[in-house]
């Protein structure tokens, strides 16, 4: 099954999750309400995530004066990209990450970090900017935040739900279930849409690595990127983000604890890096197992929802 069809298949499944969360949570008007209030949020995610998230991280416009190099960088891969030139923003952040924004190629936005800045080589920089305007080109900028409101909107619902199973519930005729049913679901449904998110975040970064492979014309380039971004946030703190935003940037810019990996918005670092080299061909590849084979199988399973 191609990417394109599995994020599909992913998104119908969220939102068919969604409506019937909203069912046994709160019956016809629960599964009313649910719908509404996820086609709200996602209407308003469309027009202002871009200038939320950018806000959020302080990011800060960039002119060509003030960043040529960086420009005729991103100049470049856009004409070989055959898209429009996106705005760019830098972020005033030490740890290097980088993200891409915006409801579409013509208000699409390019941010770095300084911290990228400083350690990457021009070459590595490419394809880290080539991996970014991939997503914008797959329009993955707004499959991902219209998978994390989604999720957002079921995490909502079941903390609605939570409070009405601590107030007495639903009676059974209303559609509801009863309190053990509204406290089980409360706490279950945000797992399940988590996991489905995530599913289709990795599936796209996936994607994201080969298309922006085929801009620069080599894998090296990003190859080497994700090596030095991996080597640096096994090594230093992790950057200050929100767990909200986490799946928009080229690494995981939280905590990469063991247990943390298996629900992480990010294949592992090794598996695309195996992937753009040519060296294997996913999470089934790695040969060397260490303690924690559990934890890894459980990645691999979330893994194969999103490879290919």
């Not at 202002?48 to 998230?53: F, N």
């Not at 592992?268 to 890096?273: C, T």
């Amino acid at each position: 099954m191609s990417n394109q069809i599995r994020t599909t298949f992913l998104l119908a499944l969220m939102t068919v999750f969604i409506v019937l969360v909203g069912n046994v949570l709160g019956g016809r008007q629960g599964m009313i309400i649910a719908f509404v209030f996820a086609g709200g949020m996602n209407f308003f995610s469309y027009w202002y995530s871009d200038k939320i998230v950018l806000k959020m991280y302080r990011a800060v416009e960039a002119s060509p004066q003030q960043a040529p190099e960086l420009y005729r960088m991103v100049e470049q891969l856009t004409r070989q990209a055959d898209m429009p030139m996106p705005k760019i923003y830098i972020i005033p952040n030490d740890a290097p990450n980088a993200f891409a924004t915006g409801r579409n190629p013509d208000n699409a936005v390019v941010a770095v970090t300084q911290g990228l800045l400083r350690i990457m080589n021009p070459e590595e920089i490419m394809g880290v900017l080539a991996h970014e305007l991939a997503h914008v080109k797959n329009r993955d900028t707004l499959i991902q935040t219209i998978a994390a409101t989604m999720a957002g909107a079921v995490m909502m619902l079941a903390t609605m739900a939570r409070w009405s199973a601590f107030f007495g519930g639903r009676s059974d005729d209303e559609g509801g279930g009863n309190m053990i049913v509204l406290l089980v679901m409360s706490f279950l449904a945000p797992l399940a849409a988590a996991l489905i998110q995530m599913a289709i975040s990795r599936s796209r970064e996936y994607q994201a690595d080969a298309t922006g492979a085929r801009f620069m014309g080599s894998a090296d380039g990003l190859a080497d990127a994700l090596e030095k971004l991996g080597t640096y946030s096994s090594r230093r703190t992790p950057m200050a983000a929100s767990p909200a935003t986490a799946h928009m940037f080229i690494v995981n810019p939280l905590s990469g604890q063991r247990l943390a990996g298996l629900f992480s918005t990010h294949p592992p670092l090794e598996d695309r890096i195996a992937r753009l080299r040519g060296t294997g061909s996913g999470p089934k590849s790695d040969n060397n197992r260490q303690p924690g084979h559990g934890i890894e199988q459980g990645k691999a399973f979330w893994d194969s929802l999103s490879g290919k």
